[in-house]
């Protein structure tokens, strides 16, 4: 019955020890106040029930019942309804800038790079509740995924849609990769802007230079975060394609430009990570996270109503009730 609602003096319910007290005072007093009478046969006494005389123990009960009731309004119960409203400051908008050439492929992450990519940004972005996020790739080319939204489904199943493809231009322009996220975030009005570039080689593609990229970000207040993916030494990588259309596999020497990855990251006061396991990977984005957080504020609304009443008036209408009969029905037996 008690556990919708909270008190506000429960100290009050000490005062319950009182009751089984004076039960037992009662029943002591009881067995003691009755008279006996010794006769050696009741043969000429005329015998009769009286219902009043058994009912007398009940005004006792209603007595403790009411001062129980009492006790409770004492405590103050109360029912608390608790409502919080969340405003959210301008937040930060991210563009995830995404390799997806050939060598993304490459086994040295499970089951390879771009599928463990795959399923860390998802967590990535299914945590960032409060931000924009869009979606570039590029390979020796780059185009917009997904525009910077608030919707996460879109760009959570652009994400999972991502696969290397010949249609692309080969090779690796990371110039470009970064020129289109600065692009998708230069008009931004967001407290922040953030470009996540991930990459497994070396700027060999496209028509734009990577250190000019990270000058235009540094000019739209852009940060960018560089992650270098692969292990070190040699990583089984597709190597051919065969008439079927499946990738040969082998060894292949992992070069990443870091360098470069650091000096972009160095530009834009951002930070160049290295993953070169899965774990790595994830530790990465799970960092980033930290680095990057949206100033939410929470607003909290607690009401109270107050439920004392009902016991305080179930209390006065039982003594009431109690005095009445002590005066009507049960006046011979006090």
Same mark, same amino acid.
């Given at each position: 019955?008690?556990?919708?609602?909270?008190?506000?003096?429960? =100290?009050?319910?000490?005062? +319950?020890?009182?009751? #089984? =007290?004076?039960?037992?005072?009662?029943?002591? %007093?009881?067995?003691?106040?009755?008279?006996?009478?010794?006769?050696?046969?009741?043969?000429?006494?005329?015998?009769?029930?009286?219902? &009043?005389?058994?009912?007398? #123990? +009940?005004?006792?009960?209603?007595?403790?019942?009411? +001062?129980?009731?009492?006790?409770?309004?004492? $405590? %103050? #119960?109360?029912?608390?309804?608790?409502?919080?409203? /969340?405003?959210?400051?301008?937040?930060?908008?991210?563009?995830?800038?995404?390799?997806?050439?050939?060598?993304?492929?490459?086994?040295?992450?499970? #089951?390879?790079?771009?599928?463990?990519?795959?399923?860390?940004?998802?967590?990535?972005?299914?945590? %960032?509740?409060?931000?924009?996020?869009?979606?570039?790739?590029?390979?020796?080319?780059?185009?917009?995924?997904?525009?910077?939204?608030?919707?996460?489904?879109?760009?959570?199943?652009?994400?999972?849609?991502?696969?290397?493809?010949?249609?692309?231009?080969?090779?690796?322009?990371?110039?470009?990769?970064?020129?289109?996220?600065?692009?998708?975030?230069?008009?931004?009005?967001?407290?922040?802007?953030?470009?996540?570039?991930?990459?497994? !080689?070396?700027?060999? $593609? !496209?028509?734009?230079?990577?250190? @000019?990229?990270?000058?235009?970000?540094?000019?739209?207040?852009?940060?960018?975060?560089?992650?270098?993916?692969?292990?070190?030494? /040699?990583?089984?990588?597709?190597?051919?394609?065969?008439?079927?259309?499946?990738?040969?596999?082998?060894?292949?020497?992992?070069?990443?430009?870091?360098?470069?990855?650091?000096?972009?990251?160095?530009?834009?006061?951002?930070?160049?990570?290295?993953?070169?396991?899965?774990?790595?990977?994830?530790?990465?984005?799970?960092?980033?996270?930290?680095?990057?957080?949206?100033?939410?504020?929470? @607003?909290?609304?607690?009401?109270?109503?107050?439920?004392?009443?009902?016991?305080?008036?179930?209390?006065? !209408?039982?003594?009431? +009730?109690?005095?009445? &009969?002590?005066?009507? &029905?049960?006046?011979?037996?006090?």
């Amino acid at each position: 019955m008690f556990s919708k609602y909270t008190f506000e003096s429960p =100290a009050f319910f000490w005062l +319950l020890l009182c009751i #089984p =007290a004076a039960i037992a005072w009662y029943v002591w %007093r009881k067995n003691n106040q009755q008279a006996s009478l010794k006769v050696g046969t009741i043969a000429g006494f005329k015998t009769s029930s009286d219902i &009043l005389s058994k009912l007398k #123990p +009940l005004l006792f009960a209603m007595q403790m019942l009411a +001062l129980a009731s009492l006790i409770v309004a004492l $405590a %103050r #119960p109360q029912n608390v309804d608790v409502s919080t409203q /969340t405003k959210t400051t301008k937040g930060i908008d991210i563009a995830m800038a995404i390799d997806i050439s050939g060598s993304m492929l490459a086994k040295d992450l499970k #089951p390879n790079r771009l599928e463990a990519l795959k399923k860390v940004a998802a967590d990535f972005i299914k945590g %960032r509740k409060s931000d924009r996020i869009g979606l570039v790739v590029y390979a020796g080319e780059s185009f917009t995924k997904t525009p910077v939204t608030s919707d996460k489904t879109i760009v959570l199943s652009a994400l999972n849609s991502l696969k290397f493809t010949q249609q692309l231009e080969g090779g690796t322009a990371i110039g470009m990769g970064l020129a289109t996220a600065v692009n998708r975030l230069k008009e931004s009005k967001a407290k922040s802007k953030v470009i996540i570039l991930l990459t497994d !080689g070396t700027n060999n $593609a !496209g028509f734009i230079d990577p250190s @000019i990229a990270a000058e235009l970000a540094l000019e739209y207040g852009i940060k960018v975060y560089t992650i270098g993916v692969g292990t070190n030494g /040699t990583a089984l990588s597709p190597v051919a394609i065969r008439s079927d259309g499946s990738f040969q596999y082998g060894n292949v020497q992992v070069e990443i430009d870091e360098k470069l990855l650091k000096q972009i990251a160095k530009t834009t006061s951002g930070r160049y990570f290295r993953a070169t396991n899965n774990k790595s990977l994830k530790q990465i984005y799970a960092e980033i996270d930290k680095l990057e957080k949206t100033d939410v504020e929470e @607003i909290k609304f607690t009401k109270y109503e107050e439920k004392y009443r009902f016991f305080a008036l179930f209390a006065f !209408g039982l003594t009431a +009730l109690v005095f009445l &009969l002590k005066q009507t &029905l049960f006046k011979s037996f006090i």
